[in-house]
């Protein structure tokens, strides 16, 4: 009787516990062409609080970096430091390059690199499954 | 992108293939990523600017991922200006969206609360590098025959139809 009363409470609490359902949508234009996918989250039990941790280092990143001054301060997208990294190709440069950063900005970038959040984030937009 | 987009997956998959064999210099930050550029936006309350990134491969799909603390409902809604829709974009999950032709931007969060975003893209000159035989447009064009360069000349008006076939359709 115990028992069955413990494992009812725990299906219970394992429905509010579990991450909430999330359907991957597709945006589509008129002609039904794909041009975005809200893809949602992986179900992985362990996003909360990695999510969490990545805020928490994305906080401590803003003043580990080199300081923006002036113009650097609000840019064309918005009035945030925005860190870049991997290849690109274009704006003058000859060739496709690694993009370049301040000694201080790629110290923070190997941290923000190596932490989990982002590599899962990183295999999850890639094939949208838990990405691990 | 591999799930929803495969065609489109494996374009890229294929030329940004060839340009990593081909250059050992060129670093993956992510070894398991599609994706050649990220880009972590610090905040602490990031909303972009209405902006289209013209950079990006313009039938490509980039990925923006959201972080924060922040209700959802109130604040951080993804706007898409052509498709006249604005989306609710909670903390910790991910869009794709063809960032390259399609306007957007961010609705502010609420004063007293955070919002960090992380962009996952890949630049379009690098796939106009890998067709052009690793060279640039101006190099690859002079080094090649009248009837080379009409074979290009085709090859590129037919480019967009190309890029719009690798994007999956669905009909109601």
């Known amino acids: 009787m115990g028992r069955s009363v413990s494992l009812w409470i725990f299906l219970?609490?394992?429905?509010?516990?579990?991450?909430?359902?999330?359907?991957?949508?597709?945006?589509?234009d008129?002609?039904?062409?794909?041009?975005?996918?809200?893809?949602?989250?992986?179900?992985?039990?362990?996003?909360?609080?990695?999510?969490?941790?990545a805020?928490?280092?994305?906080?401590?990143?803003?003043?580990?970096?080199?300081?923006?001054?002036?113009?650097?301060?609000?840019?064309?997208?918005?009035?945030?430091?925005?860190?870049r990294c991997g290849v690109s190709h274009g704006g003058g440069q000859p060739q496709p390059q690694n993009l370049e950063n301040t000694p201080a900005d790629a110290r923070v970038l190997e941290e923000l690199n190596s932490h989990p959040f982002f590599k899962r984030i990183a295999g999850f937009a890639t094939g949208m499954s838990s990405g691990a | 992108m591999a799930t929803?987009?495969?065609?489109?997956?494996?374009?890229?998959?294929?030329?940004?293939?060839q340009l990593y064999a081909r250059d050992p210099c060129l670093t993956r930050i992510f070894p398991n990523s599609i994706f050649s550029?990220?880009?972590?936006?610090?905040?602490?309350?990031?909303?972009?600017?209405?902006?289209?990134?013209?950079?990006?491969?313009?039938?490509?799909?980039?990925?923006?991922?959201?972080?924060?603390?922040?209700?959802?409902?109130?604040?951080?809604?993804?706007?898409?200006?052509?498709c006249k829709l604005v989306v609710e974009f909670p903390p910790g999950s991910t869009i794709l969206i063809a960032s390259g032709i399609v306007a957007h931007s961010n609705v502010p969060v609420e004063a007293n609360k955070t919002r960090y975003s992380v962009a996952h893209?890949?630049?379009?000159?690098?796939?106009?590098?890998?067709?052009?035989n690793f060279s640039r447009s101006v190099d690859f064009l002079a080094n090649q025959?009248?009837?080379?360069?009409?074979?290009?000349?085709?090859?590129?008006?037919?480019?967009?139809?190309?890029?719009?076939?690798?994007?999956?359709?669905?009909?109601?």
């Open chain 1, 12 to 28: 219970c609490l394992s429905v509010f516990l579990k991450p909430f359902p999330r359907t991957p949508t597709p945006i589509v």
């Open chain 2, 37 to 82: 550029a990220t880009s972590y936006n610090l905040g602490p309350r990031t909303a972009c600017f209405k902006h289209t990134d013209f950079a990006n491969l313009p039938f490509g799909l980039c990925s923006i991922t959201a972080l924060g603390s922040y209700d959802p409902s109130k604040g951080g809604h993804l706007v898409l200006w052509q």
């Open chain 2, 121 to 132: 893209y890949s630049a379009g000159a690098l796939f106009r590098w890998v067709e052009n």
């Open chain 1, 30 to 53: 008129k002609h039904g062409v794909t041009i975005g996918i809200l893809a949602g989250r992986a179900e992985d039990a362990e996003w909360p609080l990695l999510h969490l941790q």
């Open chain 1, 55 to 83: 805020c928490e280092l994305l906080n401590s990143c803003r003043t580990m970096c080199t300081p923006r001054k002036g113009k650097q301060r609000v840019h064309c997208r918005g009035a945030f430091i925005a860190l």
């Open chain 2, 145 to 172: 025959s009248d009837k080379e360069v009409l074979a290009v000349q085709v090859r590129d008006s037919l480019r967009w139809a190309m890029g719009l076939s690798l994007l999956p359709v669905f009909k109601p």
């Open chain 2, 4 to 17: 929803w987009a495969p065609k489109l997956y494996q374009y890229y998959a294929e030329k940004l293939g």
